[in-house]
Protein backbone atom coordinates (compact mmCIF):
# COMPACT_ATOMS: atom_id res chain seq x y z
CA UNK A 1 0.00 0.00 0.00
CA UNK A 2 2.96 2.52 0.54
CA UNK A 3 4.48 1.76 -2.75
CA UNK A 4 1.32 2.43 -4.69
CA UNK A 5 0.64 5.29 -2.71
CA UNK A 6 4.16 6.96 -3.35
CA UNK A 7 3.84 6.09 -6.76
CA UNK A 8 0.31 8.07 -7.01
CA UNK A 9 1.86 11.04 -5.53
CA UNK A 10 4.90 10.97 -7.81
CA UNK A 11 2.21 10.15 -11.04
CA UNK A 12 0.66 13.45 -9.47
CA UNK A 13 3.79 15.56 -9.12
CA UNK A 14 4.93 14.73 -12.66
CA UNK A 15 1.17 15.49 -14.51
CA UNK A 16 1.75 18.62 -12.77
CA UNK A 17 5.35 19.31 -13.17
CA UNK A 18 4.74 18.25 -17.31
CA UNK A 19 1.32 19.90 -17.59
CA UNK A 20 2.79 23.57 -18.43
CA UNK A 21 5.29 22.12 -21.20
CA UNK A 22 2.30 20.27 -22.88
CA UNK A 23 0.09 23.28 -23.12
CA UNK A 24 3.03 25.24 -24.40
CA UNK A 25 3.39 22.87 -27.20
CA UNK A 26 -0.14 22.70 -27.76
CA UNK A 27 -0.66 26.56 -27.66
CA UNK A 28 2.18 26.56 -30.10
CA UNK A 29 0.64 24.51 -32.93
CA UNK A 30 -2.96 26.62 -32.54
CA UNK A 31 -4.04 29.27 -34.91
CA UNK A 32 -3.49 33.03 -34.44
CA UNK A 33 -5.86 34.03 -31.38
CA UNK A 34 -7.31 30.68 -30.42
CA UNK A 35 -5.38 30.82 -26.89
CA UNK A 36 -6.90 33.91 -26.05
CA UNK A 37 -10.62 32.55 -25.82
CA UNK A 38 -12.00 32.19 -22.11
CA UNK A 39 -11.77 29.32 -20.99
CA UNK A 40 -8.44 28.33 -23.32
CA UNK A 41 -8.51 25.59 -25.08
CA UNK A 42 -6.38 22.61 -24.00
CA UNK A 43 -5.68 21.32 -27.34
CA UNK A 44 -5.89 23.28 -31.03
CA UNK A 45 -8.66 22.60 -32.93
CA UNK A 46 -6.78 22.44 -35.82
CA UNK A 47 -2.98 21.89 -35.63
CA UNK A 48 -0.68 23.94 -37.50
CA UNK A 49 2.87 24.69 -37.71
CA UNK A 50 2.35 28.30 -39.39
CA UNK A 51 3.95 29.81 -35.97
CA UNK A 52 7.07 27.80 -36.23
CA UNK A 53 6.86 28.51 -40.28
CA UNK A 54 7.05 32.69 -39.04
CA UNK A 55 9.36 32.41 -36.66
CA UNK A 56 12.03 31.34 -39.40
CA UNK A 57 10.14 32.87 -42.08
CA UNK A 58 10.14 36.38 -40.62
CA UNK A 59 11.55 36.01 -37.39
CA UNK A 60 14.59 34.93 -39.00
CA UNK A 61 14.75 33.26 -35.31
CA UNK A 62 16.97 30.04 -37.21
CA UNK A 63 20.03 32.83 -37.03
CA UNK A 64 19.41 33.42 -33.29
CA UNK A 65 19.10 29.52 -32.16
CA UNK A 66 22.99 28.67 -34.37
CA UNK A 67 23.74 31.79 -32.11
CA UNK A 68 22.62 30.00 -28.76
CA UNK A 69 24.44 26.76 -30.15
CA UNK A 70 27.44 27.88 -30.77
CA UNK A 71 27.65 29.88 -27.53
CA UNK A 72 26.83 27.27 -25.62
CA UNK A 73 29.16 24.86 -27.47
CA UNK A 74 32.12 27.16 -27.03
CA UNK A 75 31.33 27.98 -23.33
CA UNK A 76 31.25 24.26 -22.61
CA UNK A 77 34.17 23.17 -23.72
CA UNK A 78 36.24 26.33 -22.48
CA UNK A 79 34.28 25.51 -19.06
CA UNK A 80 35.77 21.95 -19.06
CA UNK A 81 39.16 22.89 -20.17
CA UNK A 82 39.53 25.37 -17.47
CA UNK A 83 37.62 24.29 -14.60
CA UNK A 84 38.85 20.38 -14.92
CA UNK A 85 42.18 21.36 -14.77
CA UNK A 86 42.32 23.98 -12.16
CA UNK A 87 39.92 20.84 -10.00
CA UNK A 88 42.18 18.65 -10.74
CA UNK A 89 45.54 20.58 -9.53
CA UNK A 90 43.46 22.12 -6.47
CA UNK A 91 43.01 18.48 -5.14
CA UNK A 92 45.89 16.29 -6.15
CA UNK A 93 48.89 18.95 -7.21
CA UNK A 94 50.99 20.42 -4.12
CA UNK A 95 51.95 24.20 -4.62
CA UNK A 96 52.28 26.92 -2.73
CA UNK A 97 49.14 28.03 -1.13
CA UNK A 98 46.48 26.19 -2.19
CA UNK A 99 44.46 25.57 0.10
CA UNK A 100 44.69 29.40 1.11
CA UNK A 101 43.84 30.15 -2.26
CA UNK A 102 40.91 27.54 -2.66
CA UNK A 103 39.71 29.15 1.06
CA UNK A 104 39.38 32.62 -1.00
CA UNK A 105 37.35 30.67 -3.91
CA UNK A 106 34.69 29.40 -1.84
CA UNK A 107 34.42 32.31 0.11
CA UNK A 108 33.69 34.22 -3.27
CA UNK A 109 30.96 31.92 -3.70
CA UNK A 110 28.41 33.92 -1.03
CA UNK A 111 29.28 37.09 -3.37
CA UNK A 112 25.48 37.01 -5.86
CA UNK A 113 26.59 37.21 -9.50
CA UNK A 114 24.53 40.42 -10.11
CA UNK A 115 27.21 41.97 -7.86
CA UNK A 116 30.20 41.35 -10.12
CA UNK A 117 28.49 42.56 -13.17
CA UNK A 118 29.21 46.16 -12.86
CA UNK A 119 33.16 46.13 -12.52
CA UNK A 120 32.99 42.44 -15.34
CA UNK A 121 31.51 45.02 -17.46
CA UNK A 122 33.85 48.21 -16.68
CA UNK A 123 37.07 45.00 -17.40
CA UNK A 124 35.33 43.95 -20.61
CA UNK A 125 34.90 47.20 -22.07
CA UNK A 126 38.47 48.19 -21.45
CA UNK A 127 39.54 45.06 -23.24
CA UNK A 128 37.33 45.90 -26.41
CA UNK A 129 35.28 43.18 -26.16
CA UNK A 130 31.66 44.77 -25.30
CA UNK A 131 29.57 43.60 -27.95
CA UNK A 132 31.72 40.63 -28.88
CA UNK A 133 30.73 36.87 -28.19
CA UNK A 134 33.95 37.07 -25.87
CA UNK A 135 31.87 39.41 -23.76
CA UNK A 136 29.69 36.20 -23.41
CA UNK A 137 31.69 33.66 -22.76
CA UNK A 138 34.29 35.29 -20.67
CA UNK A 139 32.40 34.58 -17.49
CA UNK A 140 31.63 30.59 -18.76
CA UNK A 141 35.29 30.14 -18.88
CA UNK A 142 35.96 29.09 -15.10
CA UNK A 143 33.38 28.82 -12.19
CA UNK A 144 33.86 28.56 -8.51
CA UNK A 145 31.21 25.76 -8.35
CA UNK A 146 32.69 24.07 -11.48
CA UNK A 147 36.25 24.38 -10.44
CA UNK A 148 35.08 22.81 -7.02
CA UNK A 149 32.40 20.11 -8.74
CA UNK A 150 35.65 18.93 -10.28
CA UNK A 151 37.51 19.06 -7.26
CA UNK A 152 35.64 17.10 -4.83
CA UNK A 153 35.50 14.34 -7.47
CA UNK A 154 38.92 14.33 -7.99
CA UNK A 155 39.84 13.64 -4.65
CA UNK A 156 38.36 10.19 -4.50
CA UNK A 157 40.99 9.52 -7.11
CA UNK A 158 43.49 7.26 -4.89
CA UNK A 159 47.00 8.81 -4.45
CA UNK A 160 48.28 5.23 -4.59
CA UNK A 161 47.34 4.82 -8.54
CA UNK A 162 48.98 8.42 -8.88
CA UNK A 163 52.16 7.60 -7.50
CA UNK A 164 52.54 4.19 -9.46
CA UNK A 165 51.83 5.90 -12.59
CA UNK A 166 54.68 8.44 -12.08
CA UNK A 167 56.87 5.58 -10.63
CA UNK A 168 56.10 4.21 -13.75
CA UNK A 169 57.89 6.78 -15.47
CA UNK A 170 54.59 8.72 -16.23
CA UNK A 171 54.73 12.52 -16.36
CA UNK A 172 51.83 14.40 -14.88
CA UNK A 173 50.20 15.36 -18.41
CA UNK A 174 50.15 11.76 -19.22
CA UNK A 175 48.60 10.83 -16.00
CA UNK A 176 45.95 13.23 -16.17
CA UNK A 177 45.55 12.63 -19.82
CA UNK A 178 45.59 8.78 -19.33
CA UNK A 179 44.24 8.28 -15.63
CA UNK A 180 42.23 10.85 -14.37
CA UNK A 181 40.22 12.14 -17.43
CA UNK A 182 38.58 8.75 -17.83
CA UNK A 183 37.90 8.39 -13.84
CA UNK A 184 36.54 11.96 -14.04
CA UNK A 185 34.00 11.16 -16.98
CA UNK A 186 30.89 11.22 -14.72
CA UNK A 187 31.63 14.38 -13.52
CA UNK A 188 32.56 15.78 -17.03
CA UNK A 189 29.21 14.91 -18.09
CA UNK A 190 27.67 16.54 -15.20
CA UNK A 191 29.45 19.58 -15.59
CA UNK A 192 28.74 20.13 -19.37
CA UNK A 193 25.25 20.08 -18.53
CA UNK A 194 25.38 22.38 -16.14
CA UNK A 195 27.22 24.59 -18.34
CA UNK A 196 25.55 24.04 -21.70
CA UNK A 197 22.03 24.56 -19.92
CA UNK A 198 23.12 27.69 -18.00
CA UNK A 199 24.90 29.55 -21.26
CA UNK A 200 21.47 28.71 -23.11
CA UNK A 201 19.49 30.08 -20.79
CA UNK A 202 20.89 33.01 -19.86
CA UNK A 203 19.48 36.05 -20.57
CA UNK A 204 20.56 38.80 -18.45
CA UNK A 205 24.31 38.85 -18.97
CA UNK A 206 24.34 38.61 -22.80
CA UNK A 207 21.55 41.47 -23.06
CA UNK A 208 23.88 43.52 -21.01
CA UNK A 209 27.10 42.74 -22.96
CA UNK A 210 25.19 42.30 -26.74
CA UNK A 211 24.15 45.49 -28.46
CA UNK A 212 23.79 44.31 -31.88
CA UNK A 213 20.76 42.44 -32.82
CA UNK A 214 22.72 40.62 -35.32
CA UNK A 215 24.38 38.45 -32.09
CA UNK A 216 21.58 38.05 -30.18
CA UNK A 217 21.35 34.92 -28.31
CA UNK A 218 17.91 32.69 -28.27
CA UNK A 219 16.24 33.98 -24.92
CA UNK A 220 17.05 37.60 -25.88
CA UNK A 221 16.26 37.71 -29.31
CA UNK A 222 12.90 36.19 -28.31
CA UNK A 223 12.34 38.93 -25.28
CA UNK A 224 12.91 41.61 -28.26
CA UNK A 225 10.59 39.70 -30.35
CA UNK A 226 7.83 39.87 -27.62
CA UNK A 227 7.68 43.54 -27.71
CA UNK A 228 6.76 43.10 -30.92
CA UNK A 229 4.15 40.58 -30.54
CA UNK A 230 2.60 41.24 -27.43
CA UNK A 231 -0.74 39.59 -27.87
CA UNK A 232 0.99 36.83 -30.67
CA UNK A 233 0.62 34.16 -27.69
CA UNK A 234 0.89 31.57 -30.13
CA UNK A 235 4.12 32.52 -32.02
CA UNK A 236 5.59 33.22 -28.22
CA UNK A 237 4.70 29.76 -27.11
CA UNK A 238 6.42 28.72 -30.52
CA UNK A 239 9.31 30.67 -29.62
CA UNK A 240 9.62 28.80 -26.09
CA UNK A 241 9.21 25.46 -27.31
CA UNK A 242 12.75 26.40 -29.57
CA UNK A 243 14.07 27.76 -26.35
CA UNK A 244 12.87 24.01 -24.33
CA UNK A 245 13.03 21.20 -26.52
CA UNK A 246 16.89 21.24 -27.43
CA UNK A 247 18.16 21.32 -24.10
CA UNK A 248 15.63 19.27 -23.10
CA UNK A 249 16.50 16.59 -24.91
CA UNK A 250 20.35 17.00 -24.51
CA UNK A 251 19.53 16.28 -20.52
CA UNK A 252 17.50 13.51 -21.32
CA UNK A 253 19.96 12.00 -23.66
CA UNK A 254 22.87 12.67 -20.90
CA UNK A 255 20.37 12.00 -17.96
CA UNK A 256 22.19 8.34 -16.82
CA UNK A 257 25.81 10.08 -17.22
CA UNK A 258 23.76 13.05 -15.11
CA UNK A 259 22.98 11.06 -12.44
CA UNK A 260 25.92 8.60 -12.30
CA UNK A 261 27.96 11.36 -11.52
CA UNK A 262 26.26 13.45 -8.93
CA UNK A 263 25.24 9.55 -7.01
CA UNK A 264 28.91 8.49 -7.31
CA UNK A 265 30.36 11.87 -6.46
CA UNK A 266 28.66 12.19 -2.86
CA UNK A 267 29.31 8.31 -2.16
CA UNK A 268 32.60 8.23 -2.64
CA UNK A 269 33.11 12.01 -0.43
Known amino acids: MKKIVLNLLM ?6 ALFPLVWMVSVSLMQPGEASAFPPPLLPAQATLANYRELFASAGIGRYVVNSLLLSS ?19 LRFAG ?30 HLVNTYGAVLVP ?30 AGEWRIFRSIV ?4 SPILVTLAIFTFLGTWNDFMWPL ?10 LPVALASLSREHVQDSE ?17 LGLQRYYVQGLLVGSVKG
Open 11 to 16: LVAGVV
Open 74 to 92: AATVLSLLFNVTAGYAFAK
Open 98 to 127: RDRIFRTLLGALVIPGQVAMLPLFLLLKEL
Open 140 to 169: AIASIFGIFLVRQYALTIPDALLEAARMDG
Open 181 to 184: LPLL
Open 208 to 217: IVLTDKELYT
Open 235 to 251: LMMAGSVLTIVPVLLLF
